[in-house]
């Protein structure tokens, strides 16, 4: 299928938050592609360094937009979505501001898209920017049993996957414009992180599949994650993980199982603390017991570092977290079982 000059065109929507570099290189492996009918437009999230300014000034060939305020990951991002769509974007390609695609990334997805009309949501394969051999993933997969999604780090896996239970990341993601406008934009309550997972659901509900795109790839630097280990994360990965990972499943776990779903959810909760608790971390304790008391309170949004757990809650929270941990996975009551058992 031909998508030369006549291709539909798509909105290439990157969000920055402090981010010149990372932009400037992204812009730059876009512009090298051989893919002709796109736009690319900039989001600048009310970033505090500057850069906003910077990239308005210095970059050419984009669409700037400045919001007056950090409207989050899907904020930004339904901005940059709409500005598309009102310009006559045909897609809109959501991609990390710390990204680098290859020449023909975009026209191999575009492609697919044409030739697959189920498809609502399409990804290349996402490369470390670090180790280009290595496959950061290939999507993730929803395990509803264990209300857990892991990710496809081996693409020979995409073969067995239910694509009902296939769950594509926001870092190169390619939408409809059908899609856009049968299920409507990404929900601003989430902030950040969570919210991909719950439009794939209502991609879903509106009878589009996602796919992966085998012949197209990015590369993605992934700056947090190469941190290294999980507690160097910052504070607000904590808090909205906590928060919307709750509010994700109990949206969509249905009758009793959402029961099931709370003790799983309180034993992650309970472990994290308690790890946190050998580490001397009270800052994360504090981020995570705060994300799951809004979670309750249904206080969506930016993270208001106002609104607290009650005091007398975290302190029994965290007075025996793994006691409480182990009582919910019933390895107390088996442990007092077997003593009198053997008595």
């Given at each position: 299928m031909s998508i030369g000059v006549n291709g539909p065109k798509v909105g290439i929507v990157i969000i920055?938050?402090?981010?010149?570099d990372d932009i400037v290189e992204c812009v730059d492996s876009i512009k090298a592609s051989d893919y002709i009918n796109y736009e690319i437009i900039v989001v600048d999230n009310a970033s505090p360094d500057g850069s906003g300014e910077q990239i308005e000034k210095?970059?050419?060939?984009?669409?700037?937009?400045?919001?007056?305020?950090?409207?989050?990951?899907?904020?930004?991002?339904?901005?940059?979505?709409?500005?598309?769509l009102?310009?006559?974007?045909?897609?809109?390609?959501?991609?990390?501001?710390?990204?680098?695609?290859?020449?023909?990334c975009l026209s191999e997805m575009v492609r697919a898209a044409q030739m697959d009309p189920a498809a609502g949501l399409l990804t290349p394969l996402i490369y470390y920017y670090l180790d280009p051999q290595k496959l950061q993933h290939a999507g993730s997969v929803f395990n509803w049993p264990e209300f857990s999604v892991r990710s496809i780090c081996d693409v020979r896996e995409l073969d067995a996957i239910d694509e009902n239970n296939l769950w594509l990341w926001g870092t190169a993601l390619l939408i409809k414009k059908e899609l856009l406008e049968a299920a409507g934009y990404y929900n601003e309550e989430y902030f950040v992180y969570c919210e991909d997972m719950e439009y794939a659901m209502r991609a879903r509900q509106n009878g589009y599949t996602p796919k992966v795109v085998l012949s197209a790839k990015i590369?993605?630097?992934?700056?947090?994650?190469?941190?290294?280990?999980?507690?160097?994360?910052?504070?607000?990965?904590?808090?909205?993980?906590?928060?919307?990972?709750?509010?994700?499943?109990?949206?969509?776990?249905?009758?009793?199982?959402?029961?099931?779903?709370?003790?799983?959810?309180?034993?992650?909760i309970l472990e994290e603390i308690g790890h946190s608790k050998e580490l001397g971390r009270r800052d994360i304790i504090d981020a995570c017991l705060d994300g799951f008391y809004c979670a309750l309170r249904n206080k969506g949004g930016v993270w208001d570092s106002t609104f607290h757990m009650p005091k007398i809650l975290k302190g029994l929270a965290t007075s025996h977290p793994f006691f409480f941990m182990r009582m919910l996975k019933g390895e107390i009551l088996c442990s007092v079982h077997d003593k009198l058992r053997r008595a």
């Open positions: 920055n938050w402090k981010s010149y210095t970059v050419p060939g984009i669409v700037f937009i400045k919001s007056k305020e950090n409207l989050g990951w899907g904020g930004g991002n339904n901005l940059g979505i709409k500005a598309a009102a310009r006559g974007a045909d897609y809109a390609w959501l991609l990390n501001a710390d990204t680098k695609i290859t020449p023909d590369y993605h630097k992934c700056h947090e994650i190469n941190k290294g280990v999980r507690k160097n994360m910052p504070l607000h990965y904590y808090f909205y993980q906590t928060r919307n990972v709750f509010w994700f499943w109990a949206s969509y776990v249905k009758g009793f199982r959402k029961l099931r779903f709370l003790r799983f959810y309180l034993i992650q």
